[in-house]
T-cell receptor, first 114, second 116 residues
Framework: RKEVEQDPGPFNVPEGATVAFNCTYS??????FFWYRQDCRKEPKLLMS???SGNEDGRFTAQLNRASQYISLLIRDSKLSDSATYLC???????????????FGSGTQLTVLP | EPEVTQTPSHQVTQMGQEVILRCVPI?????FYWYRQILGQKVEFLVS????????KSEIFDDQFSVERPDGSNFTLKIRSTKLEDSAMYFC??????????????FGEGSRLTVL
């Protein structure tokens, strides 16, 4: 099983649609979860952290299910500017050392159409 | 807003040549990272660096790779003898979290390496 697995898409949705992305992770000891956004040929940027209780930031809602080792991202009322690749990111506890590393999923590509 | 800066933005090199990619992390950050992304593929962890030493490295980070923080501001990635498969975008990142759970990584804009 891959450490972090995402549906690659692409998801092509009309403006205003609601779209949901899913992600599963394999290491049950993982403690931190994030959604990053990456525009074409640009660096990843943090979209939002994912908390155990679920959290919302405007049109974006993130959920975590530890029992199923599953993370989701919901985008409501999608905009053209939401077109990007969405990366599920999980911290993998280190085998040694103190700096935990983040492991990235392959990303889900979203295109919002006018 | 503080940012991570990387140079060069693009480097073309011949196979077998040495390459040094440079990064200036955000000034008060403590943890530094190199990631790479081969075109069309996922972002892959290479190495983390803390307190002037490597903290963790991946299988990709073999003897051809080394990192250094020579002067307290720059953080460099050296590839000793480049191979075709080293062609990728290399991202430097830093974070200010002081341990425990990982926090937000701030990425530079990347250095695109093309090996011919």
């Amino acid at each position: 099983r891959k450490e972090v697995e995402q549906d690659p898409g692409p998801f092509n949705v009309p403006e205003g649609a609601t779209v949901a992305f899913n992600c599963t992770y394999s290491n049950s000891a993982s403690q931190s979860f994030f959604w990053y956004r990456q525009d074409c040929r640009k660096e990843p940027k943090l979209l939002m952290s994912v908390y155990s209780s679920g959290n919302e930031d405007g049109r974006f809602t993130a959920q975590l299910n530890r029992a199923s080792q599953y993370i989701s991202l919901l985008i409501r009322d999608s905009k053209l500017s939401d077109s990007a690749t969405y990366l599920c990111v999980v911290n993998i506890p280190p085998s040694s050392g103190s700096a935990r590393q983040l492991t990235f999923g392959s990303g889900t590509q979203l295109t919002v159409l006018p | 807003e503080p940012e991570v800066t990387q140079t060069p933005s693009h480097q073309v090199t011949q196979m077998g040549q040495e390459v040094i990619l440079r990064c200036v992390p955000i000034s008060n950050h403590l943890y530094f990272y190199w990631y790479r992304q081969i075109l069309g593929q996922k972002v892959e962890f290479l190495v983390s660096f803390y307190n002037n030493e490597i903290s963790e490295k991946s299988e990709i980070f073999d003897d051809q790779f080394s990192v250094e923080r020579p002067d307290g501001s720059n953080f460099t990635l050296k590839i000793r003898s480049t191979k075709l498969e080293d062609s990728a975008m290399y991202f430097c990142a830093s974070t200010g979290w002081t341990g425990g759970l990982a926090g937000e990584l701030f990425f530079g804009e990347g250095s695109r390496l093309t090996v011919l």
